[in-house]
């Protein structure tokens, strides 16, 4: 890695037009992926631009309900009322990584990391998320870890964030900046499904940060669960996830957001589970249909059949979580 300079910018606005200046130059947050992505020279620049110490980490709860989230809040947050306001977030933050990590990675580059797609990470295979138009070779090769919603014949690989799944099931907003002005972008619309450009992973434009992530308030976001199927219990990138939120009045749900990772290049909504659930009991047999709704326009691949068996499993496992809470 040839890296010429470092810029240490003194405030968000210094940040941004050297950002803009040079379009070259890569932000750098709590650098756990984007430095091994260097090492290994899957990405490459001669100028780095430190985002640590521009006040991006604070927490403002807002005075209409919610709360913003400074981009550079490391995932290792312990903050009491987030967690009882949005359990789901809380749960997705602590499943990842290891307690080393979640010290350094930050909000804004959970959200921004890169695909752990075998192939992409080896420069030796073919890959158009990083070389465009040089081929897939997870679509020939093995794909037990791919994508089962939402891919492409260009690329299959999955989001590997946890805390974005919580996001998408929270309706979270990403705030971005840069020196042309400042956008709000619902979570949703922000992760890009790969298409014909699968190099382009989301809608954050060159020369734009993320300052911070907004939650909104709601009647469902207490009510939630985040549930991990991996590997190995602990430090190990989901298989497949789930984030769930509901709200029970009266017996009945009213409100219910569905969320799945590890399934498709973006954190998953599962509009048709969200359907099964609302306006009915939380029964067994509600929580086994929205389970299978999620599974709903799965598209395995040839080796990742067991992945549809699983959205059915984590999904039913959140919501008997949440029934018996
Ligand atoms: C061994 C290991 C295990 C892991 N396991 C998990 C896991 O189980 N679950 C999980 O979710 N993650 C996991 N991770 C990933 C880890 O959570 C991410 O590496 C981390 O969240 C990235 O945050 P960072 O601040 O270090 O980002 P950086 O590495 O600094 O940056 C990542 C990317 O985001 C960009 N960026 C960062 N901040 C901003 C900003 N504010 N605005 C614009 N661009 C920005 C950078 O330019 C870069 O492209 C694991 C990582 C490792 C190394």
């Not at 984030?243 to 029970?248: K, M, R």
């Amino acid at each position: 890695m040839d890296l010429l300079s470092f810029s240490r910018p003194r405030g968000i606005d210094e940040a941004l037009r050297i950002l803009g200046r040079d379009r070259q130059a890569i932000p750098v947050a709590g650098s756990t992926d984007l430095v091994t992505l260097l090492r290994d020279g899957i990405r490459a620049t001669s100028h780095l631009v430190d985002l640590n110490g521009l006040g991006l980490d604070e927490i403002h709860w807002l005075p209409g309900g919610g709360v913003r989230i400074g981009a550079l809040v490391r995932n290792a947050v312990a903050d009491t009322r987030l967690r009882r306001a949005y359990p789901v977030l809380a749960e997705a933050l602590r499943s990842g990584a290891s307690p080393q990590i979640r010290n350094r990675a930050t909000f804004g580059g959970n959200v921004l990391q890169q695909t752990r797609c075998t192939y992409y990470r080896l420069p030796e295979f073919a890959c158009n998320r990083r070389s465009p138009g040089s081929g897939c070779a997870a679509i020939q090769g093995d794909s037990s870890r791919h994508a089962i919603f939402g891919a492409s014949n260009q690329c299959v690989a999955v989001h590997p964030s946890d805390l974005s799944v919580a996001l998408q099931a929270l309706e979270a907003v990403v705030l971005a900046q840069s020196t042309a002005g400042r956008r709000r972008i619902p979570v949703d619309a922000f992760f890009r499904l790969p298409g014909t450009t699968p190099h382009v992973a989301s809608e954050l434009r060159p020369g734009e940060l993320i300052t911070g992530i907004e939650l909104p308030a709601s009647d469902h976001a207490a009510t939630s669960r985040y549930v991990k199927f991996r590997e190995r219990t602990s430090y190990a990138f989901a298989l497949v996830s789930a984030a769930v939120a509901i709200e029970v009045r009266d017996g009945v749900v009213r409100t219910a957001r569905v969320a799945l990772g590890g399934v498709a290049a973006k954190p998953w909504r599962s509009t048709a589970a969200e359907q099964a659930l609302t306006g009915n009991r939380l029964t067994e047999e509600t929580i086994t249909a929205a389970g299978e709704a999620a599974a709903d326009g799965a598209r395995p691949l040839r080796h990742n059949k067991h992945k549809v068996e699983l959205v059915k499993r984590v999904v039913r496992t959140a919501l008997t979580d949440l029934e018996q809470a």
